[in-house]
């Protein structure tokens, strides 16, 4: 971390993110609603603003709709460097965990990609997210061992091994920290 000059405020070297994708239209319980996005992209961008994300600053996520391209997409605006972690090869990861009919999302991803340092985990179904979330994590922590993290959940448990839950629980931050901010996407 660097601290800015005069300003007594510490600059991360790495802010890793997760969180809920934007729900799909027949999501029978929203967790991330589309109308939510411009609500979550303002406080992942003040969370960004207070910590002083810029050129000395690496983010780690994802790459998926919802919080992982709202956040990357805001920190390059800042000049940070991006690293994209995919379960899987790019394509197939659009058409998974991207994609969703009617939006942009696909094509945010492909610019983002572009732009980023890309690593892609792939592998057996069962587990490549949850490895996912160990390989985000471990770069983070190759990085800084007490990396800053944004996580833009709703607190619920996931629909599965790998989500945004099994993240939480294996980056091990609790609320109050200052290098955590968890935004709820729900209205």
Request: net charge negative; proline share 9%; charged share 25%.
């Amino acid at each position: 971390m660097t601290v800015q000059p005069g300003a007594g405020v510490v600059t991360p070297r790495v802010v890793v993110v997760s969180g809920h994708m934007v729900d799909t239209p027949d999501r029978p319980r929203p967790r991330f609603p589309p109308g939510q996005v411009p609500r979550v992209a303002g406080e992942v961008q003040a969370a960004l603003e207070r910590w002083h994300v810029g050129p000395g600053t690496t983010l780690v996520t994802g790459g998926a709709r919802g919080a992982d391209i709202v956040a990357a997409e805001a920190a390059r605006a800042r000049g940070a460097r991006l690293r994209l972690v995919l379960a899987r090869p790019p394509e197939d990861f659009v058409k998974g965990s991207v994609a969703l009919p009617g939006t942009d999302w696909a094509e945010r991803f492909y610019a983002l990609l572009g732009q980023a340092d890309v690593e892609v985990v792939d592998g057996p179904d069962d587990d490549v997210y949850a490895r996912t979330n160990d390989r985000i994590i471990a770069i983070a922590r190759g990085i800084d061992d007490r990396p800053h993290a944004i996580i833009v959940w709703n607190g619920d448990k996931g629909d599965g091994p790998g989500g945004t839950s099994d993240f939480a629980a294996r980056l091990g931050g609790a609320s109050g920290n200052e290098r955590l901010v968890v935004i709820d996407p729900t209205p």
